[in-house]
Every structure is written in C-alpha cells, then in structure tokens.
Nanobody
Framework: QVQLVESGGGTVQSGGSLRLVCAASGVTFNNYCMAWFRQTPGKEREGVAAIDNDGFTTYADSVKGRFTISQDNAKNTVYLQMNVLNSEDSAMYYC????????????????WGQGTQVTVSS
C-alpha cells in the first residue's frame, strides 16, 4: 500500500524559505517519478517540481531558480526546498507519485498525500 505523508508547511514572510518533506512508503524510488504539486481554491492543481528514477529534475517556470526538489533513497523521502517565497507561492502543496513524470500533468499521477499548507505573508 502506497502512502505519502507531507510535512513542513507553515507561514513564512515574503522572501523567506521553507522545506517541505514527503515521507513515502510502499513505493520504490527507482520505479517512480516523485513530484510536488500545489493548488489554491478555485484554481487547477499545478505541477511544481518532479524528480524521476534517474534523478532528472523538472520545474515549473514560476519556481525555477528558487525551488529545489531532491530525494533520499535510503530514507524514502522527497524534499522541496523553497527559497525567496512570495505571495503567489501560497497554496496547499501535495506530494505525488507515478510511474513516469508525465510532464507534471496532475491527472496522470496515481498516488497522493493529504497536503501541507504554505502561506506566504507580505
């Protein structure tokens, strides 16, 4: 059974940093693409970053140069380091897994965590 549990969200001032953590069980990172998505009320879920089983990373244009996705295979954990946060980064952030990264199309991801809220105050 696959389980993804996010943590690390919270409230931070504009320009600040947060690190999100996704603890995974029931998945082998060698066989999955791990990704982060985010969603605000009334908007479609948006792909933020992904890391495939070769360690290749993909980022949304809006976060390139500010966010970094990484994974620790020994701990079965995926991280999202978020720097220089701004109000547009405020959202519920979700960890997800799929056999491929599918260009961060959220509807093609199979497994989801419950989400962690990030709020950036100005």
């Amino acid at each position: 059974q696959v389980q993804l549990v996010e943590s690390g969200g919270g409230t931070v001032q504009s320009g600040g940093s947060l690190r999100l953590v996704c603890a995974a069980s029931g998945v082998t990172f060698n066989n999955y693409c791990m990704a982060w998505f985010r969603q605000t009320p009334g908007k479609e879920r948006e792909g933020v970053a992904a890391i495939d089983n070769d360690g290749f990373t993909t980022y949304a244009d809006s976060v390139k140069g500010r966010f970094t996705i990484s994974q620790d295979n020994a701990k079965n954990t995926v991280y999202l380091q978020m720097n220089v946060l701004n109000s547009e980064d405020s959202a519920m952030y979700y960890c997800a897994a799929a056999p491929y990264c599918y260009n961060l199309e959220w509807k093609r991801f199979t497994y989801w965590g419950q989400g962690t809220q990030v709020t950036v105050s100005s």
